[in-house]
């Protein structure tokens, strides 16, 4: 089997809810913003034996991505190789994150099409059958919080995740309101998105922990790892942080027992074959592992769960909220929770099929 083709596809769609994260001068909404709009652009590899494999570049900025030039780049990798060649094609890879996952999604959609069988079956097996979800909240008013967490309980979610960092108090009443209306089984997790110096960070958790708390996510600088080491050291919730690509730093945060808890996600690491050197590492150094994104569609949030699937690592709820985040897809038959679960699907490579008439809906 051969690569003969290389399409692109992009695509937006508007997001159900404003997403607003920390960030040095951002200040709380005072009210409910519009929902933003995502970016994407869907990556099609066919092969000479009649096959295609999807690939998604999932929202990205729209002036980070030049999709003329990009396609010229990727026939020239591309075109006439083997997908089944991973290691000799990662290695040729250096198109950004976003791309080489897009690429490697597309590579295994073709493998497991091709042999008929699951893209889980390739990368490791079915450890579980489905995906435990945490819904993320954004910075918001504490009522818009009330009235969010409302509805996702209310919809079966009861894993969370609450972004914080710009005021303490503001996040101290919006995590009370999450416990209270998630109730006390509620898993509540928080990402301060690395604003928070050492010793901010550690008075700020140690003043929320009494919210019950399942892990902190980047309290501070992620490259101050000896910063990340003090903090978990002095407090008593677990310490969250991404890893990607970069197998150094997942070394060194292991090496100086800076985390408990890896962050990983096929964007980050850029794709599903790189993703699995992650997880050697959290073995090897006892670290668990959640899924993290950067907000999917139908191929990036399949690509996703085959990894968690085939991965016994990955034991806190993760965050793949694509699927309800998005006013739409182009799936034929677009993911769907139940109990805050997302099931993997089992049918031959990511095992979903596209909906031509939803595509041409969501096409930029």
Known sequence: MKIVGVTLKPLSVLRSYHTIVA?????????????????????????????VGYGEISDYETDALDVAA????????????????LERLTRRMSFGNLVDC??????????????GVSVTDLVGGRYRERVLVSWVVYIRRPDLVEQEMAEMVRR????????V?????????????????????????????GVWSVDGAIANIRRL????????????????????????????????????????????????RAVDVFNVATVSAGGLYRAKRLFAIADAAEIQCLLGSTVELGIGTAAQLHLAASNAAVSYPSDLIGPAMYVDDYLTAPFQYADGYLTVPTAPGLGVEIDPARLDRLRE
């Open 165 to 193: 960092g710009l005021d303490v108090d503001h996040d101290d009443e919006c995590v009370r309101i999450m416990r209270q209306v998630g109730g006390s089984d509620a898993q509540i997790k928080l990402d301060a998105s």
């Open 102 to 115: 897009a690429v490697d999604s597309a590579l295994y959609d073709l493998q497991g099409k091709s042999l």
């Open 23 to 51: 960030a040095p001068q951002r200040r709380i909404p005072p009210g409910d913003a519009p929902p933003t709009r995502s970016y994407f652009v869907l990556l099609e590899l066919a092969a000479d034996n009649g096959l």
């Open 209 to 256: 922990e009494k919210h019950g708390l399942q892990g902190v996510e980047t309290p501070t600088n992620p490259r101050d790892v000896a910063g990340m080491a003090q903090i978990r050291r002095s407090v008593g919730t677990p310490i969250i942080e991404h890893v990607g690509k970069d197998l150094s730093y997942a070394l060194s945060l292991a090496r100086e």
């Open 156 to 163: 079966g979610f009861r894993a969370f995740k609450l972004k």
């Open 70 to 85: 990009l396609k010229p780049r990727l026939e020239d990798v591309l075109l006439g190789a083997d997908p089944f060649d």
